[in-house]
């Protein structure tokens, strides 16, 4: 198992190695795009935007003012939790000023849930790019030393290598490009459900 390990890691030193500087930037977008991925799945769990113990609360229209609603939304430990405290903090006004009330800080809570998210737009757009400009550099390399040699064999080989980097930009972007769209969707599904709660909840704050 140990000398799989170090066959694994070796040959992965060599990869990086043979694709050039350019690897240097692919491996920080690299480490960027992941640290990125775990945040958002972190931060987009159900604990944290839309818990189901109040959400369920909420809805109800005999337990959304009650006693432990209030201290959840005081303790505002999620992005519902502090979007209903605000509209308890408008009780007993109108249904379309406690709305208004909402929806300036909803804007807020969206913002927060897409944090991170642009570290994920800008390694699906750089990581390939830096790719290519990476197996261009070492293309040119190659042809360049075309006079020098004429065994096919080291050419072929040495454009396999410049190649390198290509694979590792899109190696990065892709699973970028999935978490992208999951998170964004699972961002969709959350606004969506917190807007249905919500509109409930004002309307008991209204009264």
Avoid: W, Y
């Amino acid at each position: 198992m140990d000398l799989l390990a170090i066959t694994v890691t070796e040959a992965s030193l060599s990869f990086l190695k043979k694709g050039g500087p350019f690897m240097i930037p692919l491996i920080f977008c690299s480490i960027a795009a992941i640290t990125a991925i775990g945040f958002k799945a972190l931060s987009l769990t159900r604990s944290r935007i839309v818990p189901t113990g109040l959400a369920q609360a909420l809805e109800s229209k005999e337990g959304s003012l009650s006693e432990t609603v209030k201290n959840q939304a005081k303790a505002g430990t999620s992005s519902l939790a502090r979007l209903a405290a605000v509209a308890l903090a408008q009780q007993g006004q109108p249904k379309a000023d406690i709305t208004q009330a909402i929806e300036s800080a909803s804007r807020e809570e969206v913002v927060k849930m897409h944090a991170g998210m642009g570290v994920l737009d800008v390694s699906i757009t750089v990581a390939p790019l830096l790719g290519l400009l990476g197996t261009a550099s070492g293309l040119v390399t190659i042809f360049q030393g075309l006079g020098e040699t004429t065994d096919h064999l080291d050419i072929a080989r040495g454009i396999a290598e410049a190649l390198n980097t290509t694979i590792f930009g899109l190696a990065i972007a892709v699973p970028c490009v999935i978490a992208h769209s999951f998170f964004t969707r699972r961002i969709e599904q959350f606004t969506a459900r917190m807007e249905t709660i919500l509109a409930t909840f004002a309307s008991t704050c209204s009264r």
